[in-house]
């Protein structure tokens, strides 16, 4: 017998395949591993499902810190498991991390993480001069283009749909951009307003009659979209350790920042200014879902900054990242490996 499951927001983007989810009486206990695993073991693919599940992967942003969840996606690629996801979000650096992913080259793009590139792409002495800190612009039409290239159509192509979120600059609501994404420059330009942080990146980027930036603003760990467009299970490849506090701004980041926001986005200076207290919320929240299963990295692993470009630092993030999760999914996949 199985039970039809109802979108829970209609006014949201519509289910790929349809408005009702089927799941199964007997699969409402399956935690997020053991379905990964049960796809993995019968070679699931998207178009040819059996179980009634929508198993969504979302990645947490974090600037620099996204190379640990580059890492996580390195370790995704080589255990051959992103066939068992149905869709993948990203926030922000969360969001270039699904975008290599998705095109089948998160292995090949560590590249990306190279000093040479981090170095152009983060550059606090541009401030200085009234420049970005973080060109965004660069990493994205001459990094991903010719640098270390990204197959943007095979994005497209792919059945396992791309959900980047950015934050709308006048209304503070998080937006998943995947219905805008039609062609290689409504990709890259999605993966620009994912990651354009404040002031560090310059000012929203407009797409049709919209402004956005960072998703960090609005939602960083998009776990709640994701279950809001009808997933019933959500891994979540996360940034921060499980004991690393986000701390409030200081009074005069504080200031600088509202009056950037109040200036170019002003419907996100109440999100900016109140996003510990939903981080902590979302911490509590996602941690006692049964439908949620998260990957951080460990607890010795080492603290990074938004900014941060020290090279050791980030290849050690990437080794971490890649090494935590091809560990924890391995204990859930290992009769299939083994075999």
């Known amino acids: 017998m199985l039970e039809s499951r109802p979108n829970p927001h209609p006014e949201g983007p519509p289910l790929p395949d349809q408005d009702r989810i089927p799941v199964f009486d007997d699969d409402r206990t399956l935690g997020v591993g053991e379905l990964l695993a049960r796809r993995h073991r019968e070679d699931s693919a998207p178009g040819r499902r059996t179980d009634g599940h929508r198993?969504?992967?979302?990645?947490?942003?974090?600037?620099?810190r996204g190379a640990y969840s580059h890492g996580m996606a390195m370790a995704i690629e080589e255990l051959g498991v992103l066939p068992c996801f149905d869709a993948v979000y990203g926030a922000s650096a969360g969001a270039l991390n699904a975008a290599w992913l998705l095109c089948g080259r998160a292995l090949d793009s560590r590249r990306a993480w190279n000093p040479e590139v981090i170095n152009r792409v983060i550059n606090p002495a541009r401030a200085l001069r009234g420049g970005k800190v973080v060109d965004t612009d660069y990493l994205v039409h001459t990094v991903y283009e010719r640098i270390v290239p990204m197959d943007f159509p095979a994005i497209l192509a792919n059945a396992i749909t791309f959900h980047p979120i950015a934050t709308d600059a006048d209304t503070g609501a998080a937006v998943d951009l995947h219905p805008e994404l039609s062609d290689v420059r409504s990709v890259q330009t999605a993966l620009r307003a994912s990651t354009c942080l404040p002031i560090l990146a310059g000012r929203p980027v407009r797409i049709g009659a919209r402004r956005y930036v960072d998703a960090g603003l609005s939602e960083s760990v998009p776990v709640r979209t994701a279950l809001a467009q009808g997933a019933t299970r959500v891994l979540v490849l996360r940034t921060r350790r499980d004991d690393e506090t986000m701390r409030p701004p200081s009074s005069v980041e504080s200031r600088v920042v509202a009056r950037f926001l109040s200036r170019h986005a002003p419907g996100t200076v109440e999100p900016w200014l109140s996003r510990v207290e939903r981080h902590h919320s979302d911490e509590r929240d996602f941690e006692s879902d049964p439908a949620v299963l998260q990957i951080r990295p460990p607890r010795d692993a080492?603290?990074?900054?938004?900014?941060?470009?020290?090279?050791?630092?980030?290849?050690?993030?990437?080794?971490?990242?890649r090494a935590t999760t091809a560990r924890t999914l391995s204990e859930y996949l290992a009769p299939k490996l083994s075999a």
């Open 302 to 321: 080492p603290d990074i900054g938004r900014i941060d470009r020290d090279p050791e630092v980030l290849r050690t993030a990437l080794a971490l990242g």
């Open 55 to 64: 198993l969504a992967l979302v990645i947490e942003g974090g600037s620099s």
